[in-house]
């Protein structure tokens, strides 16, 4: 297992924990822990997340949003999204 596995399956963990460590400030359903299993599982086989998560804070840096960064930024998002596979992505304004 490499570091960067191990990050985002600790991570991962930590979400599906959370309704054990604060169930009165965090209610999460049945379906939500089930999902983040499955993300925690997944994150295990590959480095893809950790690589994205790498690149959005070293390569892209911090974008306030509304910022001028930020807009500047949207477009490259934008077409990068779909290279992810995402059934959802898309402009929301």
């Avoid at 596995?5 to 930590?14: D, E, G, R, T, Y």
């Avoid at 209610?27 to 599982?41: G, H, I, N, Q």
Wanted: charged fraction near 25%.
């Amino acid at each position: 297992m490499t570091i960067k596995q191990l990050f985002a399956a600790a991570a991962l963990s930590a979400l599906v924990a959370a309704p054990t460590l604060a169930d009165d400030l965090v209610p999460l359903s049945d379906e939500t822990v089930e999902v983040a299993k499955m993300l925690r599982d997944k994150a295990l086989e590959s480095d893809e997340a950790y690589d994205l998560l790498a690149s959005l804070t070293t390569k892209v840096g911090a974008r306030l949003a509304a910022s001028p960064k930020e807009v500047e930024a949207r477009p490259g998002a934008l077409k990068n999204l779909p290279a992810l596979a995402s059934t959802r992505c898309g402009k929301s304004r």
